[in-house]
């Protein structure tokens, strides 16, 4: 996809700090901090961000229905306390008995954990934080679906579809069942693993400040086995390495980290290459 005109009118991260002291801040409706995961509050802290330097509500009175979300969440998380208590309660023997699952297992569960663990909350609280009732897409788990959610955004705002969008990307690391597959595929980078959160807002109108124009996505993408193939949820970018492994949020990080180190002169581009049917490219020019 190339020349596809498209503005990034608010960017922002969160890498450090409690995103639930962040999020908690964020949110309208206080009786919904509850129901927020980790994975919710990181979403929420970089899109609150991204959405007050956008401005958007301040130009457009009617942005609800006119405004989409683009979601991907990295590799889903659980910790080990609540996964012990379903294997403790799952039990008959040395055996998994689904009626035990479904009789004691599931009933000694925290009935809040039925919210916390859905791939989809983060886009919940988002939307209903800032009113937004337009196109929503979200999946998971690595870079590729990434720029599967950020095509989809830029084929929406070109076909007037919506006229915003919000494209996240959030990956909720430091628990006991992200760290667990990381270290059965690379030890070492599991211990470099982080939580990251990335948020660009696009647009595809004039009337918002400009911090940068999409000029080119490329995305070649064919879906892969993530037990077979498992290098690809890990596979960074060759030409940008950091001491760090932010996971599925990497591809964005890369645009809002070096938009808020300074003002874009230059073209920026990252690739990201997978496999030989596995291949996505985002280039970012100055506005």
Not at 6 to 27: E, K
Not at 86 to 98: A, R, T
Not at 126 to 149: A, C, D, L
Not at 183 to 194: G, P, V
Request: proline fraction near 5%; hydrophobic fraction near 40%; glycine fraction near 6%.
């Amino acid at each position: 996809m190339s020349n596809a005109k498209i503005n990034i009118v608010g960017f922002a991260s969160f890498t450090q700090g409690d995103p639930f002291a962040t999020a908690r801040q964020l949110l309208k409706d206080k009786k919904l901090f509850k129901f927020l995961s980790k994975q919710d509050a990181l979403g929420l802290s970089a899109a609150g961000q991204a959405w007050s330097q956008a401005q958007i509500e301040r130009i457009d009175a009617n942005y609800s229905e006119r405004t989409g979300i683009y979601l991907c969440v990295g590799i889903l998380p659980f910790e080990d306390g609540p996964l012990h208590t379903l294997y403790e309660n799952s039990k008959e023997g040395d055996h998994f008995s689904m009626k035990n699952f479904s009789n004691k297992a599931f009933p000694a569960m925290n009935p809040l954990l039925t919210f916390k663990c859905l791939p989809n909350m983060p886009l919940f609280h988002i939307s209903n934080n800032f009113q937004i009732t337009g196109r929503y897409f979200m999946t998971y788990p690595g870079i590729p679906e990434w720029f599967e959610v950020l095509k989809r955004a830029i084929d929406d705002l070109n076909e007037g579809v919506v006229e915003y969008a919000i494209v996240g990307a959030i990956a909720d690391q430091q628990n006991f069942l992200v760290s667990h597959h990381l270290q059965r595929i690379n030890h070492a980078l599991a211990a470099r693993a982080i939580d990251a959160s990335s948020v660009l807002i696009l647009s595809a109108g004039q009337k918002l400040t400009s911090f940068g124009k999409i000029e080119e996505v490329s995305v070649s993408y064919r879906p892969f086995d993530p037990l077979g193939q498992k290098e690809l949820l890990i596979q960074s970018a060759d030409d940008y390495q950091t001491d760090s492994f932010t996971g599925v949020a990497q591809a964005s990080l890369f645009f809002t980290e070096a938009l808020a180190r300074t003002e874009l002169k230059m073209p920026l581009r990252y690739c990201w290459r997978g496999d030989e049917w596995n291949y996505c490219a985002l280039t970012v020019g100055p506005p």
